[in-house]
């Protein structure tokens, strides 16, 4: 499965047309998965009724981009140090649509506040149907190394019903297969490792030939 790049929902409420054409899926692609970020509730419904349209197998909730003009405005992983409104945002946006409601994250702001196991609980509480985590914080940006031990954690965690999707640092089928056996995901999202490589989804074993566009990410069932 194949997820788009995060699509602002500003822009897509103020119809930006390079935005909206952001929203073009084709056959081949599917299943696709459209994913929007902002940090305003009416602006992130509004913009979720807007992907609905475009009829994405689901809209994932970008609560993860660490990068400062996301991150230091409030949005992506700016979210997680307003825990209270990425809530209000999942429930409102899950109430909204009848697409599949997925969120994407990670650990927390820094090491001091590692709040995913908690947040965890909480997002499925609000009606999303998976979770996708990325091992690292905020603070860390993309340095040092994904932290699957608190992936797996939140996998193991007998109240979590929903698929938890893990994510970070993986390149290879040898380590895909490692992280699915020692921490127990569901599936995992690939991202950096996709880069230029359009046979990967091959290589992986997945059923299809890549997709036409270059993915961000692959997910991979077990
Ligand atoms: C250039 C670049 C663009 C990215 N864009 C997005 C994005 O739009 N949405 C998102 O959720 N993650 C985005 N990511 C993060 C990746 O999806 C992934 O979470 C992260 O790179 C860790 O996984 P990896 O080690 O497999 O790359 C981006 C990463 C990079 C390097």
Redesign the pocket.
């Known amino acids: 499965m194949v997820y788009t ?2 699509v602002s929902a500003e822009a897509l409420v103020r119809s930006i047309k390079s935005t909206v054409n952001k929203l073009t899926i084709s056959n081949e692609e599917r299943p696709v998965g459209i ?1 929007i970020y902002g940090r305003d509730v009416v602006s992130m419904v509004e913009a979720a009724k807007i992907v609905e349209e475009a009829h994405p197998d689901l809209i994932d909730l ?1 609560f ?2 660490p990068v400062k003009k996301v991150a230091g405005k409030g949005a992506g992983a700016g979210m997680l140090r307003n825990v209270p409104l990425m809530l209000d945002i999942t429930r409102e946006v899950v109430r909204a649509v009848k697409t599949p409601v997925t969120v ?1 994250t990670r650990l927390g702001w820094d090491q001091n506040n590692l709040i995913i196991g908690d947040l965890a609980e909480k997002l499925q509480d609000c009606g999303i149907q998976a979770l996708t985590i ?1 091992g690292r914080t905020r603070s860390q940006m ?1 340095t040092g190394e ?1 932290d699957w031990t608190l992936i797996g954690a939140v996998k193991s965690n007998p109240r979590i019903r929903i698929p938890i999707i893990g ?4 390149t290879s089928p040898e380590q895909a297969q490692t992280v699915f056996e020692r921490y127990g995901v569901d599936a995992i ?5 996709t880069f230029g490589r359009r046979g990967y989804s091959k290589r992986f074993g997945i059923g299809s030939t890549a997709a036409p566009l270059t993915p ?2 692959i997910l991979i069932g077990k």
């Open positions: 790049e995060f994913q970008n993860g981009c994407k990325h993309y994904a994510n970070g640092d993986i999202m690939i991202g950096r490792g961000l990410w």
